[in-house]
């Protein structure tokens, strides 16, 4: 019998360069959320990948900022954690950065995390996402050259997460990591998040997209109900409730919208993604409370969820 083996990867990178979408584009479904805004990714998401006797667990973190806020300082802690103990770090960059790219700085945040690497003493390969976005080749070959200066990479793999192209390449890269090791994960297992943290982070996926940018960030979802019952036809059908915090009064109404608008918006796209996920119908019931300042209480963040080391 061929003997199994596996390896740890971190994904690891700026906020919004696209860490979760080449996740979910290199697995068989979705399993992290997805925004323009940055700091989409709150906690460490892992994405299991096996092939045969190969197992890689990748391991989505948050993107790498200056925490403002109690709930910041746990994602960068979650960043840290998700460091650990890796057997090796994709760096995730921009290609198409809405900054202009300056070859001799590159972000301190992105230098920050390749020494915090470097003294882990883990590989790291570079991959240059959104190519698809690219209109010069020059850029790519700037940016490849820059970034080569600064870091010894493993490797460096322009991908684009929306064409897939370069993510069978990433992938090989990533193999070479591997090493004998039992699997740590079922073989059919594609991500180690419950089902009620994936149907919640869905409907927090939508309130990122259809909000404007400040209110999203203060945004928390529970399940207050979840499961799945027969309805009189017999078939099944998934019940959830969920409560949408949000920080003040101000945010709730545009939460809920003129005449309700936003949250019925925001619940078909979620209700939406809920079927396709279990393959049954969904009853999404959604409710909006108020929350003062919960990125600030420890309590908070510790119901939603969020201070997983
Ligand atoms: N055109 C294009 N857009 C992409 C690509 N990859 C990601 N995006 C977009 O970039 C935005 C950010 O993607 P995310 O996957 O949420 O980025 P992230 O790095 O996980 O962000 P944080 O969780 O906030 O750190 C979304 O609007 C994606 O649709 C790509 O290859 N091409
Ligand atoms: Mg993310």
Redesign the pocket.
Known sequence: MTKQRAAFIALI??????????L?SILPYKV??????????RTRIMGIFTKGPDQLVFV?T??FHRPKNRLGENMMKAVRTGMTDVDAAIM?VDA?PKFRFDPEALPPAELELLSAAKNRNIPVILAI?????LKNKEDLLSMIAAYSKAFSFAAVVP?????KDGLSELLSEASKHLHESVHYFDDDAVTDQPERVLVSEIIREKLLRFLAQEIPHGIAVELERFYERDQKNGEPITEVHAVIYCERESHKGVIIGKNGDMLKKIGTAARLDIERFFGTKCSLKLWVKVKENWRNNPQSIHNFGLDLE
């Open positions: 990178g700026r906020p919004n360069v696209g860490k979760s979408s080449i979910n992290a959320a997805v925004s323009n805004k940055p700091q989409t990714t989505d948050p993107g995730v198409a996402n959104k190519i698809d976005l991908v684009s997460a929306v064409t």
